[in-house]
Protein backbone atom coordinates (compact mmCIF):
# COMPACT_ATOMS: atom_id res chain seq x y z
CA UNK A 1 0.00 0.00 0.00
CA UNK A 2 1.68 3.50 -1.13
CA UNK A 3 1.15 5.86 1.74
CA UNK A 4 1.01 9.44 -0.09
CA UNK A 5 3.61 12.20 1.73
CA UNK A 6 3.03 15.53 3.41
CA UNK A 7 5.81 16.63 0.29
CA UNK A 8 2.72 15.14 -2.02
CA UNK A 9 0.55 17.18 -0.95
CA UNK A 10 2.44 20.48 -0.64
CA UNK A 11 3.44 19.87 -4.25
CA UNK A 12 -0.54 19.20 -5.43
CA UNK A 13 -1.36 22.66 -3.43
CA UNK A 14 1.65 24.51 -5.08
CA UNK A 15 0.58 23.23 -8.59
CA UNK A 16 -3.16 24.12 -7.84
CA UNK A 17 -1.98 27.57 -6.73
CA UNK A 18 0.30 27.75 -9.98
CA UNK A 19 -2.71 26.84 -11.84
CA UNK A 20 -4.74 29.53 -11.05
CA UNK A 21 -2.64 31.69 -11.35
CA UNK A 22 -1.84 30.72 -14.96
CA UNK A 23 -5.49 30.69 -16.17
CA UNK A 24 -6.92 34.23 -14.30
CA UNK A 25 -3.93 36.30 -15.69
CA UNK A 26 -3.78 34.58 -18.81
CA UNK A 27 0.17 33.57 -18.73
CA UNK A 28 0.10 31.57 -22.01
CA UNK A 29 -1.47 34.41 -24.16
CA UNK A 30 0.69 36.97 -22.40
CA UNK A 31 3.90 34.94 -23.89
CA UNK A 32 2.45 35.00 -27.23
CA UNK A 33 2.05 39.08 -26.69
CA UNK A 34 5.86 39.24 -26.05
CA UNK A 35 7.01 36.72 -29.33
CA UNK A 36 7.42 33.79 -26.67
CA UNK A 37 6.21 30.92 -28.94
CA UNK A 38 7.20 27.32 -29.50
CA UNK A 39 9.71 26.31 -32.58
CA UNK A 40 8.62 22.64 -32.12
CA UNK A 41 6.88 20.19 -29.99
CA UNK A 42 7.32 21.62 -25.94
CA UNK A 43 4.89 24.33 -25.67
CA UNK A 44 6.98 27.23 -24.17
CA UNK A 45 4.07 27.76 -21.25
CA UNK A 46 5.16 24.32 -19.82
CA UNK A 47 9.05 25.63 -19.97
CA UNK A 48 8.21 29.01 -17.82
CA UNK A 49 5.84 27.29 -15.63
CA UNK A 50 9.21 24.39 -14.75
CA UNK A 51 11.16 27.42 -14.38
CA UNK A 52 8.78 29.50 -12.08
CA UNK A 53 8.48 26.46 -9.38
CA UNK A 54 11.92 25.44 -9.97
CA UNK A 55 12.74 27.62 -6.53
CA UNK A 56 10.46 25.47 -4.30
CA UNK A 57 12.22 22.37 -5.06
CA UNK A 58 15.15 21.44 -3.69
CA UNK A 59 17.54 21.08 -6.12
CA UNK A 60 18.68 22.64 -8.94
CA UNK A 61 17.43 21.51 -12.35
CA UNK A 62 21.16 19.68 -12.82
CA UNK A 63 20.54 17.96 -9.68
CA UNK A 64 17.20 17.04 -10.58
CA UNK A 65 18.65 14.86 -13.77
CA UNK A 66 21.36 13.25 -11.35
CA UNK A 67 19.40 11.93 -9.36
CA UNK A 68 16.49 10.64 -11.16
CA UNK A 69 14.34 13.38 -9.78
CA UNK A 70 13.81 14.97 -13.37
CA UNK A 71 10.08 14.58 -15.11
CA UNK A 72 9.74 16.80 -17.62
CA UNK A 73 8.66 16.67 -21.22
CA UNK A 74 11.72 18.62 -22.37
CA UNK A 75 15.29 18.41 -22.45
CA UNK A 76 17.85 20.56 -20.64
CA UNK A 77 19.04 22.38 -24.21
CA UNK A 78 15.27 22.70 -24.95
CA UNK A 79 15.05 24.52 -21.53
CA UNK A 80 18.46 27.42 -21.95
CA UNK A 81 16.98 27.87 -25.74
CA UNK A 82 14.10 29.47 -23.88
CA UNK A 83 15.96 31.31 -21.82
CA UNK A 84 18.67 32.42 -24.44
CA UNK A 85 15.80 33.45 -26.67
CA UNK A 86 16.50 37.08 -27.81
CA UNK A 87 12.95 38.09 -28.99
CA UNK A 88 11.30 37.40 -26.36
CA UNK A 89 10.41 41.21 -25.05
CA UNK A 90 10.45 39.96 -20.86
CA UNK A 91 10.35 43.82 -19.88
CA UNK A 92 6.66 44.05 -21.91
CA UNK A 93 5.79 40.47 -20.48
CA UNK A 94 6.27 41.74 -16.47
CA UNK A 95 4.44 44.99 -17.41
CA UNK A 96 1.38 43.17 -18.77
CA UNK A 97 1.13 40.91 -16.30
CA UNK A 98 1.43 43.46 -12.97
CA UNK A 99 -1.04 45.57 -14.65
CA UNK A 100 -3.50 42.87 -15.37
CA UNK A 101 -3.05 42.00 -11.63
CA UNK A 102 -3.31 45.50 -10.65
CA UNK A 103 -6.40 46.62 -12.45
CA UNK A 104 -8.50 43.05 -12.43
CA UNK A 105 -7.76 41.73 -8.45
CA UNK A 106 -5.92 44.98 -6.43
CA UNK A 107 -7.93 47.89 -7.27
CA UNK A 108 -10.96 46.42 -6.69
CA UNK A 109 -10.16 45.69 -2.73
CA UNK A 110 -8.92 49.19 -2.20
CA UNK A 111 -10.99 52.56 -2.37
CA UNK A 112 -10.66 55.15 -5.33
CA UNK A 113 -9.33 57.49 -3.23
CA UNK A 114 -6.23 55.51 -1.87
CA UNK A 115 -2.80 56.79 -2.93
CA UNK A 116 -1.23 54.20 -5.31
CA UNK A 117 2.01 54.90 -6.05
CA UNK A 118 5.32 53.94 -8.55
CA UNK A 119 8.87 53.27 -6.50
CA UNK A 120 11.98 53.37 -8.54
CA UNK A 121 14.88 51.78 -7.27
CA UNK A 122 18.35 49.93 -7.80
CA UNK A 123 19.80 46.95 -6.23
CA UNK A 124 23.08 45.18 -6.75
CA UNK A 125 23.35 42.04 -9.14
CA UNK A 126 26.70 40.57 -8.21
CA UNK A 127 28.33 38.41 -10.40
CA UNK A 128 31.75 36.44 -8.89
CA UNK A 129 33.01 36.11 -12.37
CA UNK A 130 32.76 38.58 -15.53
CA UNK A 131 35.17 37.62 -18.55
CA UNK A 132 32.45 35.94 -20.02
CA UNK A 133 29.51 37.24 -19.19
CA UNK A 134 27.79 39.51 -21.39
CA UNK A 135 28.15 43.38 -20.55
CA UNK A 136 28.69 42.43 -16.95
CA UNK A 137 30.58 45.22 -15.55
CA UNK A 138 32.29 47.45 -12.83
CA UNK A 139 29.35 49.06 -11.42
CA UNK A 140 28.97 51.47 -8.01
CA UNK A 141 27.51 50.40 -5.20
CA UNK A 142 25.94 52.85 -3.00
CA UNK A 143 25.58 50.26 0.19
CA UNK A 144 29.42 49.81 0.02
CA UNK A 145 30.44 52.99 -1.89
CA UNK A 146 32.54 50.75 -3.95
CA UNK A 147 32.85 49.56 -7.09
CA UNK A 148 31.29 45.74 -7.18
CA UNK A 149 31.45 43.14 -10.47
CA UNK A 150 28.01 42.58 -11.87
CA UNK A 151 25.22 44.55 -12.67
CA UNK A 152 22.69 47.25 -11.27
CA UNK A 153 19.12 46.22 -11.37
CA UNK A 154 17.27 49.11 -11.91
CA UNK A 155 13.54 48.11 -10.75
CA UNK A 156 10.20 49.74 -11.08
CA UNK A 157 7.25 48.82 -8.77
CA UNK A 158 3.80 49.66 -8.25
CA UNK A 159 2.14 49.79 -4.42
CA UNK A 160 -0.94 50.66 -2.52
CA UNK A 161 0.28 50.36 0.73
CA UNK A 162 -0.62 47.25 1.39
CA UNK A 163 0.59 45.17 -1.81
CA UNK A 164 3.91 46.02 -3.40
CA UNK A 165 3.85 44.53 -7.18
CA UNK A 166 7.20 44.66 -9.52
CA UNK A 167 6.35 46.02 -12.45
CA UNK A 168 9.28 46.04 -14.64
CA UNK A 169 13.32 45.88 -14.08
CA UNK A 170 16.68 46.68 -16.59
CA UNK A 171 20.32 45.01 -15.30
CA UNK A 172 21.92 47.84 -16.09
CA UNK A 173 25.82 47.45 -16.96
CA UNK A 174 27.98 50.66 -17.07
CA UNK A 175 27.53 53.59 -19.47
CA UNK A 176 31.29 53.69 -20.03
CA UNK A 177 33.15 51.22 -21.77
CA UNK A 178 36.32 51.07 -19.76
CA UNK A 179 34.44 49.55 -16.80
CA UNK A 180 32.38 46.73 -19.12
CA UNK A 181 34.32 43.53 -18.29
CA UNK A 182 32.39 41.00 -20.51
CA UNK A 183 31.94 40.87 -23.97
CA UNK A 184 29.41 42.95 -26.14
CA UNK A 185 27.77 41.29 -28.80
CA UNK A 186 26.56 43.32 -31.61
CA UNK A 187 22.66 42.82 -32.67
CA UNK A 188 20.28 44.94 -34.73
CA UNK A 189 19.59 48.40 -32.84
CA UNK A 190 15.84 47.56 -34.13
CA UNK A 191 15.43 44.30 -32.56
CA UNK A 192 14.55 43.17 -29.51
CA UNK A 193 17.85 42.21 -28.41
CA UNK A 194 19.40 45.56 -29.77
CA UNK A 195 16.84 47.53 -27.64
CA UNK A 196 17.50 45.30 -24.38
CA UNK A 197 21.48 45.86 -24.13
CA UNK A 198 21.25 49.86 -25.20
CA UNK A 199 18.75 50.26 -22.61
CA UNK A 200 20.74 48.52 -20.53
CA UNK A 201 23.86 51.29 -21.31
CA UNK A 202 22.15 54.05 -21.29
CA UNK A 203 22.11 56.31 -18.10
CA UNK A 204 20.39 55.28 -14.96
CA UNK A 205 18.01 58.72 -14.71
CA UNK A 206 16.73 57.53 -18.92
CA UNK A 207 16.60 54.25 -18.24
CA UNK A 208 14.04 55.08 -15.16
CA UNK A 209 11.89 57.09 -17.47
CA UNK A 210 11.99 54.85 -20.30
CA UNK A 211 10.29 51.99 -17.23
CA UNK A 212 7.97 54.54 -16.37
CA UNK A 213 6.34 54.92 -19.78
CA UNK A 214 6.60 51.05 -20.83
CA UNK A 215 4.50 51.01 -17.37
CA UNK A 216 2.06 53.58 -18.28
CA UNK A 217 1.72 52.07 -21.89
CA UNK A 218 0.88 48.89 -20.53
CA UNK A 219 -1.97 50.23 -18.36
CA UNK A 220 -0.75 51.12 -15.22
CA UNK A 221 -1.49 54.43 -13.46
CA UNK A 222 -0.12 55.97 -10.13
CA UNK A 223 -0.36 59.48 -8.10
CA UNK A 224 3.47 60.06 -7.03
CA UNK A 225 6.70 58.73 -7.92
CA UNK A 226 9.16 57.57 -5.09
CA UNK A 227 12.47 57.49 -5.34
CA UNK A 228 15.80 58.54 -3.32
CA UNK A 229 18.49 61.12 -3.54
CA UNK A 230 20.49 59.18 -5.94
CA UNK A 231 17.84 60.10 -8.63
CA UNK A 232 16.16 63.19 -7.11
CA UNK A 233 17.55 65.90 -9.63
CA UNK A 234 15.57 68.63 -10.84
CA UNK A 235 16.13 66.72 -14.84
CA UNK A 236 14.06 63.71 -13.60
CA UNK A 237 11.68 65.53 -11.44
CA UNK A 238 10.53 67.95 -14.07
CA UNK A 239 10.16 64.58 -16.46
CA UNK A 240 7.91 62.98 -13.73
CA UNK A 241 5.96 66.20 -13.57
CA UNK A 242 5.50 66.07 -17.44
CA UNK A 243 3.74 62.61 -17.81
CA UNK A 244 1.25 63.83 -15.22
CA UNK A 245 2.44 62.38 -12.23
CA UNK A 246 4.03 64.17 -9.06
CA UNK A 247 7.10 63.24 -7.22
CA UNK A 248 8.13 62.87 -3.97
CA UNK A 249 12.01 62.36 -3.31
CA UNK A 250 14.47 62.87 -1.00
CA UNK A 251 17.23 65.43 -1.94
CA UNK A 252 20.74 64.61 -1.81
CA UNK A 253 22.37 67.40 -0.03
CA UNK A 254 24.67 68.78 -3.31
CA UNK A 255 25.61 72.52 -3.34
CA UNK A 256 25.47 72.08 -6.97
CA UNK A 257 21.74 71.73 -7.86
CA UNK A 258 19.98 74.69 -6.82
CA UNK A 259 15.79 75.55 -6.57
CA UNK A 260 14.56 79.04 -6.69
CA UNK A 261 13.88 80.15 -3.30
CA UNK A 262 12.42 83.45 -2.97
CA UNK A 263 13.92 84.79 -5.94
CA UNK A 264 17.15 83.30 -5.62
CA UNK A 265 18.81 80.04 -6.94
CA UNK A 266 19.78 78.53 -3.46
CA UNK A 267 21.24 74.85 -2.91
CA UNK A 268 19.09 72.92 -0.17
CA UNK A 269 22.16 73.63 2.66
CA UNK A 270 21.42 77.69 1.99
CA UNK A 271 17.96 77.10 2.16
CA UNK A 272 18.10 74.89 5.34
CA UNK A 273 19.85 77.59 7.19
CA UNK A 274 18.38 80.93 6.57
CA UNK A 275 15.49 79.12 7.86
CA UNK A 276 13.75 79.12 11.29
CA UNK A 277 13.14 75.57 12.68
CA UNK A 278 10.30 74.68 14.15
CA UNK A 279 10.53 72.80 17.66
CA UNK A 280 9.19 70.99 20.49
CA UNK A 281 8.01 67.26 19.16
CA UNK A 282 6.87 68.60 15.97
CA UNK A 283 6.80 65.73 13.15
CA UNK A 284 9.32 68.27 10.60
CA UNK A 285 11.61 70.67 11.04
CA UNK A 286 11.05 73.18 7.83
CA UNK A 287 8.67 72.99 5.08
CA UNK A 288 9.15 75.68 2.25
CA UNK A 289 7.93 76.44 -1.16
CA UNK A 290 10.29 76.52 -3.76
CA UNK A 291 10.47 76.16 -7.82
CA UNK A 292 12.35 73.73 -9.50
CA UNK A 293 13.97 74.05 -13.19
CA UNK A 294 15.23 76.93 -14.90
CA UNK A 295 13.26 76.79 -17.85
CA UNK A 296 9.83 75.93 -17.18
CA UNK A 297 10.14 75.84 -13.95
CA UNK A 298 7.67 73.76 -11.34
CA UNK A 299 6.23 74.68 -7.99
CA UNK A 300 7.06 72.49 -4.83
CA UNK A 301 7.39 72.06 -1.63
CA UNK A 302 10.83 70.88 0.59
CA UNK A 303 10.02 69.45 4.05
CA UNK A 304 13.09 68.62 6.64
CA UNK A 305 12.98 65.83 9.04
CA UNK A 306 15.55 64.94 12.13
CA UNK A 307 17.27 61.87 10.85
CA UNK A 308 16.51 59.33 13.00
CA UNK A 309 19.95 57.60 12.73
CA UNK A 310 21.63 60.54 13.92
CA UNK A 311 19.93 63.44 15.90
CA UNK A 312 22.35 66.18 14.84
CA UNK A 313 21.55 65.37 11.05
CA UNK A 314 18.30 66.19 8.90
CA UNK A 315 16.86 65.13 5.69
CA UNK A 316 15.41 66.89 3.16
CA UNK A 317 12.22 65.71 0.96
CA UNK A 318 10.43 67.31 -2.61
CA UNK A 319 7.37 67.05 -3.49
CA UNK A 320 5.86 68.43 -6.74
CA UNK A 321 2.77 68.50 -5.04
CA UNK A 322 2.36 71.57 -2.63
CA UNK A 323 -1.09 71.26 -1.45
CA UNK A 324 -0.14 67.91 0.18
CA UNK A 325 0.41 68.60 3.51
CA UNK A 326 3.95 67.99 5.54
CA UNK A 327 2.31 64.52 7.22
CA UNK A 328 1.19 63.24 3.94
CA UNK A 329 4.57 63.85 2.28
CA UNK A 330 6.37 61.90 4.73
CA UNK A 331 4.18 59.24 5.20
CA UNK A 332 3.52 58.56 1.45
CA UNK A 333 7.22 58.82 0.92
CA UNK A 334 7.55 55.56 3.65
CA UNK A 335 6.01 53.49 1.34
CA UNK A 336 9.26 53.28 -0.81
CA UNK A 337 10.64 51.27 1.78
CA UNK A 338 8.62 48.52 0.28
CA UNK A 339 10.71 47.76 -2.92
CA UNK A 340 13.85 47.37 -0.25
CA UNK A 341 11.56 44.69 1.38
CA UNK A 342 10.86 43.40 -2.09
CA UNK A 343 14.54 43.21 -3.08
CA UNK A 344 15.68 41.26 0.49
CA UNK A 345 13.08 38.59 -0.74
CA UNK A 346 13.85 38.29 -4.16
CA UNK A 347 17.82 37.77 -2.52
CA UNK A 348 17.26 35.45 0.25
CA UNK A 349 14.14 33.38 -1.03
CA UNK A 350 13.84 33.57 -4.62
CA UNK A 351 16.85 32.87 -5.31
CA UNK A 352 17.53 36.65 -7.68
CA UNK A 353 21.44 36.10 -7.81
CA UNK A 354 22.35 32.61 -7.26
CA UNK A 355 20.25 30.43 -9.18
CA UNK A 356 21.46 31.50 -12.66
CA UNK A 357 24.66 31.00 -13.88
CA UNK A 358 24.35 31.79 -17.40
CA UNK A 359 26.99 33.89 -19.15
CA UNK A 360 23.97 35.51 -21.94
CA UNK A 361 22.41 38.71 -20.82
CA UNK A 362 19.64 37.42 -22.23
CA UNK A 363 18.90 34.70 -20.03
CA UNK A 364 20.26 36.61 -17.20
CA UNK A 365 16.70 39.66 -18.26
CA UNK A 366 14.94 36.14 -18.52
CA UNK A 367 15.86 34.90 -15.12
CA UNK A 368 14.97 38.16 -13.39
CA UNK A 369 11.77 38.24 -15.41
CA UNK A 370 10.61 34.78 -13.86
CA UNK A 371 12.11 36.00 -10.44
CA UNK A 372 8.87 38.84 -10.49
CA UNK A 373 6.78 36.44 -11.53
CA UNK A 374 7.39 34.45 -8.50
CA UNK A 375 6.72 37.50 -6.39
CA UNK A 376 3.82 38.65 -8.13
CA UNK A 377 2.59 34.95 -7.12
CA UNK A 378 3.44 35.43 -3.73
CA UNK A 379 1.89 38.63 -3.07
CA UNK A 380 -1.01 38.09 -4.64
CA UNK A 381 -1.56 34.87 -2.27
CA UNK A 382 -1.14 37.36 0.79
CA UNK A 383 -3.58 39.26 0.32
CA UNK A 384 -5.99 37.14 -0.85
CA UNK A 385 -4.84 35.21 2.77
CA UNK A 386 -4.94 38.11 4.63
CA UNK A 387 -7.84 40.39 3.39
CA UNK A 388 -11.15 38.61 3.28
CA UNK A 389 -12.85 41.11 0.88
CA UNK A 390 -11.20 39.11 -1.70
CA UNK A 391 -13.89 36.21 -1.56
CA UNK A 392 -16.37 38.34 -3.00
CA UNK A 393 -19.78 38.64 -1.87
CA UNK A 394 -19.98 34.93 -0.94
CA UNK A 395 -18.09 36.03 2.20
CA UNK A 396 -20.94 38.42 2.80
CA UNK A 397 -23.45 35.64 2.52
CA UNK A 398 -21.48 33.04 4.45
CA UNK A 399 -21.24 36.15 7.39
CA UNK A 400 -24.80 36.71 7.50
CA UNK A 401 -25.72 32.63 6.90
CA UNK A 402 -23.64 32.12 9.83
CA UNK A 403 -25.32 35.04 11.84
CA UNK A 404 -29.06 33.63 11.48
CA UNK A 405 -27.34 29.79 12.41
CA UNK A 406 -25.48 30.73 15.63
CA UNK A 407 -28.55 32.82 17.17
CA UNK A 408 -31.54 30.92 16.04
CA UNK A 409 -30.29 27.30 14.66
CA UNK A 410 -28.23 26.22 17.55
CA UNK A 411 -31.47 27.03 20.21
CA UNK A 412 -33.25 25.05 18.20
CA UNK A 413 -30.47 22.01 18.40
CA UNK A 414 -29.92 22.90 22.96
CA UNK A 415 -34.01 22.59 22.69
CA UNK A 416 -33.89 19.24 21.03
CA UNK A 417 -30.85 17.94 23.05
CA UNK A 418 -32.54 18.43 26.28
CA UNK A 419 -35.88 17.77 25.29
CA UNK A 420 -34.76 14.15 24.19
CA UNK A 421 -32.78 13.94 27.70
CA UNK A 422 -35.69 14.72 29.63
CA UNK A 423 -37.76 11.85 28.44
CA UNK A 424 -35.31 9.24 28.67
CA UNK A 425 -34.29 10.00 32.15
CA UNK A 426 -37.52 10.75 33.77
CA UNK A 427 -40.27 8.47 31.45
CA UNK A 428 -42.41 11.57 30.68
CA UNK A 429 -45.67 11.42 28.34
CA UNK A 430 -45.94 13.04 24.95
CA UNK A 431 -48.52 15.17 26.99
CA UNK A 432 -46.03 16.01 29.75
CA UNK A 433 -43.33 16.62 27.88
CA UNK A 434 -45.33 19.00 25.75
CA UNK A 435 -46.49 21.27 28.61
CA UNK A 436 -42.76 21.11 29.79
CA UNK A 437 -41.71 22.51 26.52
CA UNK A 438 -44.58 25.24 26.72
CA UNK A 439 -43.65 26.65 30.22
CA UNK A 440 -40.31 26.43 29.57
CA UNK A 441 -40.65 28.70 26.59
CA UNK A 442 -42.94 31.06 28.50
CA UNK A 443 -40.22 31.72 30.67
CA UNK A 444 -37.61 32.75 27.57
CA UNK A 445 -36.64 36.38 26.60
CA UNK A 446 -39.33 37.17 23.78
CA UNK A 447 -36.86 37.40 20.85
CA UNK A 448 -35.41 33.78 22.24
CA UNK A 449 -39.36 32.59 21.96
CA UNK A 450 -39.06 34.24 18.35
CA UNK A 451 -36.21 32.47 17.40
CA UNK A 452 -37.65 28.79 18.58
CA UNK A 453 -40.49 29.57 16.56
CA UNK A 454 -39.02 30.03 13.42
CA UNK A 455 -36.67 27.30 13.70
CA UNK A 456 -39.48 25.05 14.34
CA UNK A 457 -41.19 26.03 11.21
CA UNK A 458 -37.96 25.63 9.21
CA UNK A 459 -37.46 22.11 10.47
Not at 37 to 61: A, Q, T, W
Not at 103 to 126: A, G, H, M, P, Q
Request: proline share 2%; net charge positive.
Amino acid sequence: MSIITQNNAEKIELYDTVQKFFSEHKIGTLLRKCNASKEKGVPVISIFRYKLCNVFRDRSMYMQQATGAYHEDFSKNTFYRFLNSVKINWLRFTSLLASGIVNSTIKDLTDEKRTNVFIVDDTLFDRTSCKKTELASRVFDHTDMRYRKGYRLMTLGWSDGNTFIPVNSCLLASSSKTNIIGPQKPFDKRSVAGRRRKLAQQKSTDTMMELIDTAKASGLSADYVLFDCWFANPAQIISVKDRGMDTIAMIKKNSRIHYEYQGEQLNIKQIYSRNQKRRGRSKYLLSIDVKVGKDSPVPAKIVCVRNKANRKDWLAFICTDPALSEEEIIRIYGKRWEIEVFFKTCKSTLNLVGECHSLSYDALTAHVAVVFVRYMLLALEQRRTQDQRTLGELFFFLVDEMADITFSRSMYIIMEAMIASLQDFFHLTDEQLAAFTVDFESRLPEYLQNALRLQAVVA
